[in-house]
């Protein structure tokens, strides 16, 4: 008797063994929508390499870029029900889930992207990365892009000159206040749809950092880029919190190591392009791209910053307050 029990303890954990040794490998879909020559784009393949490198036969990474499998409209709800793992779509996007993240949409509240980072990187950043957390997603860091710019069809150099005009928007509050602002009509569109909307003159204007005009060739269709830096496109890397928590111990935290460097290598190229795609931009002589005074730029600054008392009460005082903090 007691030999059976161990041929047949023996026989389980063979079996056992082997269902471990050829487990199936872990899909993890991740989906966006810019182009693969984008710091998210480059980032996102950057984390296939090192994950499938570091976890072989484990996990299997499958990068839908130029929102070939889903918008950034439906991304979130697909996470939730397991349809893709991982997106990451700018911090304008995540107001169904959290009131607070929108304090990255205040205009004018940044100076630069290092005191995005700092803000990003601090106590406050890091623990809006949780902000999500009871409505199931988990943030798993930030990845830059830049700086926005204006673009439309004709110079932008003070907000007068933007008045009646139709800009594109993203699906955010904050950024519909930001337009009225000047008096202009701010429309929320897709990203998918940014081009033809240009062309069909549907639309005057937009908003998008350096390499989203480049990558997009939305600069050959607009003919003036007005270098107004007035506010920040950036991404939050998100998952599933059911889905995170459920990968296998040996799995989790080298998939988190793999995406803490893609995310790094990811900032360098948004470096990188925020000077690089610029410049081709200037030297494709498509668009023109115009520089304004102090003196115009505080008009912008003057027209906005009512803004950001708006949503101060969604937002908080104190997470607006860390963010100014950060630019000193
Ligand atoms: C946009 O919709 O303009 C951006 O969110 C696109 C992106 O992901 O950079």
């Known amino acids: 008797m007691r030999s059976l029990t161990k041929a047949v303890t023996f026989a389980a954990c063979m079996l056992a063994g082997a269902a471990t040794a050829f487990a199936a490998p872990i899909t993890i879909k991740f989906s966006h929508v810019v182009a693969e020559n984008t710091p998210k784009g480059q980032m996102a393949l950057k984390f296939k390499e090192l994950a499938e490198s570091r976890l072989p036969g484990k996990v299997n990474i499958e990068v839908y870029p130029n929102s070939q499998l889903f918008g950034d409209g439906k991304v979130l709800e697909a996470i939730l029900l397991g349809d893709v793992q991982l997106a990451a779509p700018s911090l304008s996007k995540f107001k169904k889930y959290t009131k607070q993240v929108q304090v990255f949409d205040l205009p004018f509240l940044f100076k630069d992207m290092a005191a995005v980072d700092r803000f990003q990187q601090g106590p406050t950043g890091q623990k ?19 700086m926005k710019q204006m673009s439309a069809n004709k110079p932008l150099r003070t907000p007068a000159d933007a008045e009646g005009l139709k800009f594109r928007i993203m699906t955010s509050d904050v950024l519909v206040s930001q337009f009225e602002a000047v008096d202009a009509i701010p429309l929320k569109k897709p990203f998918s ?37 007035h506010g920040v496109l950036d991404y939050m890397v998100v998952t599933s919190a059911r889905f995170w928590k459920g990968l296998p111990a040996d799995v989790r935290p080298e998939l988190k190591k793999a995406l803490d460097e893609a995310i790094a290598f990811g900032n360098k190229v948004a470096e990188e392009k925020a000077m690089s795609d610029r410049q081709r931009i200037i030297d494709s002589n498509r668009t023109t791209v115009l520089q304004i005074t102090d003196a115009e730029r505080q008009q912008w600054v003057e027209a906005m910053k009512p803004v950001w008392k708006q949503f101060e009460r969604q937002i908080g005082k104190d997470i607006i307050d860390a963010a100014l903090q950060s630019n000193n």
Not at 128 to 144: D, F, K, V, W
Not at 193 to 221: C, H, R
């Open 128 to 146: 809006l990365l949780t902000s999500l957390e009871n409505r199931g997603l988990t943030g798993l860091g930030y990845i830059h892009n830049g």
């Open 193 to 229: 749809e940014v081009f033809t909307l240009m062309q069909t003159k549907a639309i005057d204007g937009a908003e998008n950092p350096w390499s989203n005009l480049y990558s997009k060739k939305f600069f050959e269709i607009q003919d003036y880029v007005t270098e107004t830096n």
